[in-house]
């Protein structure tokens, strides 16, 4: 594979030729990690929607309140709205979603890996997987992973571990509290250079801040409909960044409304 400094991070075909073996491009060299080609293979490419999406535009704008930004870049990182809308099932057994720009483009997906046949069925039967331990994985548009989302085993509080597609962490996001309006704080090496604080007792808006308390980012909670509301599991939701932000902030901020849907929805569900 001819590797040039544009081409984006990710798994790809070993270039020494390694027979059934992916290794890991970082976004400017090539890295020491290796994954099984049966394990880890690259994703396919996502079908190319027919333009954009009108009703993501009522999403952003008239539900979310979000007037039109300024353009983007195109990517998970570079746009200034990102919209998360999850995928509506009556039975919920794995969590997807779409992750579009404000006008509908498909920018990328998430999904969730490693699940087993056992949590599958519990997830079927009850709600007891909410203290197990769930992985997501942020894909780009190219179906590259770019983030993963783990959020360990828990009884009460969730923590939600930020990692690069080779196992680097990025950081945590760790919940703060669980009576009134709830918060989490973005931790890396140990330091909070950030939050995400709930704006009501409902936890359906918040806003991101950074280590001075600034806001940086907003997540807006959409209404999806009487019908996806009633008989569905599907969850929306529009995130804001207010400008470019640093990493490892920007990281953060973008798995931000994934693990606020991820900590929340399922602790909401009871013992059931």
Known sequence: MTTHSNTPAGWYPDPHGAPQTLRYWDGAKWTE???????????????????????????????????????????????????????????????????????????????????????????????????MTHRLEIRDAHGQPQLVLTRPAKIMKSRVIVSRPDGSQVGEIVQQNMIGKINFGLIVNGQQIGAIKAENWRAWNFAIVDHADNEVARITKTWEGLAKTMFTTADNYVLQIHYQLPEPLLSLVVATALTVDTALKQDSRGLG
């Open 33 to 131: 990690h290796t994954n099984a080609d049966q394990q880890a293979q690259p994703q396919s490419v996502p079908q190319q929607q027919a333009g954009p999406d009108p009703r993501v535009r009522r999403q952003v704008q008239q539900q979310a309140g979000v007037a039109g930004g300024g353009p983007g870049g195109g990517g998970l990182f570079s746009e200034p709205v990102l919209v998360v809308n999850q995928k509506a099932k009556l039975i919920e057994l794995t969590n997807e979603y779409k992750v579009m720009d404000q006008n509908g483009n498909l920018i990328g997906t998430v999904t969730e890996i490693g699940q087993s046949a056992l949590k599958k069925a519990l997830r079927f039967v009850s709600s007891l997987d909410q203290f």
